[in-house]
């Protein structure tokens, strides 16, 4: 089974500081791992996934994701925070060796608020 | 780019009407899938459909049924609303070559009252 975890529910940051959005999961085999943003009213859009390769994935926006195995952890990051950062956050997992399971797991997601 | 639509940004339904939501993608994308999105519970999958005429059941698929009869249309179907439907209902579709990234319409807020 595959599962995920958004440990917060809620992250505050001020603008021009760094910020984290935490993710932990759970999958038998290899992960294949997503992160999503969500602005009011809208649908999610795609920002960065992991499926294999360097640990440390770039993504839209200037947010990255670093992929431990140890810590079975998928955090996103950026630098330095933005007011239009201000959004909703969803990680989601897939495990491809689940025999046929094409279906990714989405995290509770966590709302992000950068303060001017 | 590829471009996911919903029907209706709002829609406003009575108890015990029986309710369509369409989604429609342009990337001949294989895969689509139905959620619905309530505050503290995330996303949770009614239905996928793998491809054109194929479906699966989600987590919640009590209350709903789907149609899949072409490949770039699939339609959320509520046979008879209840108020507990009440949600944002978001439409996905996804590459099955790749079966990495989703891709999200707008969503479409329901009220059932």
């Known amino acids: 089974a595959q599962s995920v975890a958004q440990p917060e529910d809620q992250v505050n940051v001020a603008e021009g500081n760094p910020l984290t959005v935490k993710c932990t999961y759970s999958v038998s085999g290899n992960p294949y791992l997503f992160w999503y943003v969500q602005y009011p009213n809208r649908g999610l859009q795609f920002l960065l996934k992991y499926i294999t390769g360097d640990n440390l994935v770039k993504g839209s926006y200037g947010f990255e994701a670093e992929f431990n195995k140890s810590q079975t952890s998928f955090h996103l990051k950026k630098p330095s925070a933005l007011v239009s950062d201000s959004a909703l956050y969803f990680c989601a997992v897939r495990d491809p060796s689940s025999g046929g399971s094409y279906i990714p797991t989405f995290g509770r997601g966590t709302s992000l608020i950068v303060h001017p | 780019d590829v471009k996911v639509t919903q029907s209706s940004r709002y829609l406003v339904k009575r108890t015990g009407e029986k309710v369509f939501l369409e989604c429609v993608q342009d990337m001949d994308h294989e895969n689509m899938f139905w959620y619905r999105q309530d505050p503290g519970l995330g996303l949770r999958l009614i239905y996928f459909?793998?491809?054109?005429?194929?479906?699966e059941k989600g987590d919640i698929p009590e209350g709903y049924s789907v149609s899949r009869e072409k490949k770039e249309r699939f339609s959320l179907i509520l046979e008879s609303a209840s108020t507990n439907q009440t949600s944002m209902y978001l439409c996905a579709s996804r590459s099955y070559s790749t079966s990495y990234e989703q891709y999200f319409g707008p969503g479409t807020r329901l009220t059932v009252t």
């Open positions: 459909s793998y491809d054109v005429k194929m479906k």
